[in-house]
């Protein structure tokens, strides 16, 4: 089939069967922002574990990269 027959082919389909476009839609997009949260999440987390492990380094005196004792 050409991809000129295709495309008449799928507009048809979707203009024939409107409801389960629409809901076909709404699921791609309700999927793609529910990972775009999980992520933003994920990287809150990742951030607030990583700045709880460093407060008490940053306390004694010790600094990412230092290799010197604190006095």
Request: net charge positive; proline share 6%; charged share 20%.
């Amino acid at each position: 089939m050409s991809p000129r027959v295709l495309l008449r082919l799928g507009v048809r389909s979707l203009l024939l069967h409107k409801l389960r476009s629409s809901l076909s839609i709404l699921g791609v997009v309700f999927g793609v922002a529910a990972v775009v949260a999980m992520s933003s999440v994920g990287e809150g987390a990742r951030r607030e574990s990583l700045q709880q492990i460093a407060a008490p380094c940053e306390a004694a005196g010790a600094r990412p990269g230092d290799r010197r004792r604190p006095a």
